[in-house]
């Protein structure tokens, strides 16, 4: 919540005076400045809502970044180990430069070998 003083009263460890206007008010302390007469609530401007929205939607965003970045680094992780599985695999088969081969030909020349 948000006060503007009509006294003088001391919120944080600042004093504010007469016309001061103290933003994000924990609840409990705006309630007691308003009881003690020394201020009064005031809506949020529109361009504090603005600002919040821009904030708040930023903060997702850059949550949703994380998120997918971790997703695909645990992707890569995955997709890492599958590939040295196969090369163990085609290593243990016989198959030749299977250290330099991707995961989709290793895939086909182990499933060529193990037919044979």
């Known amino acids: 919540m948000d006060i503007k003083v009509t006294g003088t009263v001391k919120y944080g460890g600042k004093w504010y005076g007469p016309n001061d206007v103290i933003e994000s008010v924990e609840q409990s ?22 600002a919040e929205g821009a904030a708040a939607a930023k903060a997702k965003a850059e949550a949703e970044a994380e998120e997918r970045k971790s997703a695909e680094e645990k ?16 290593a243990d088969l016989g ?10 030909t290793l895939t086909a020349e182990i499933a060529a070998a193990e037919q044979k």
């Open 75 to 90: 992707a890569k992780k995955e997709a890492d180990k599958q590939l040295k599985t196969l090369r163990k695999k085609a």
């Open 95 to 104: 198959i030749e430069g299977a250290g330099e081969k991707n995961a989709e």
């Open 29 to 50: 302390e705006g309630e007691r400045i308003i009881k003690i007469g020394a201020g009064f609530e005031i809506e949020k401007s529109v361009e504090q809502l603005t």
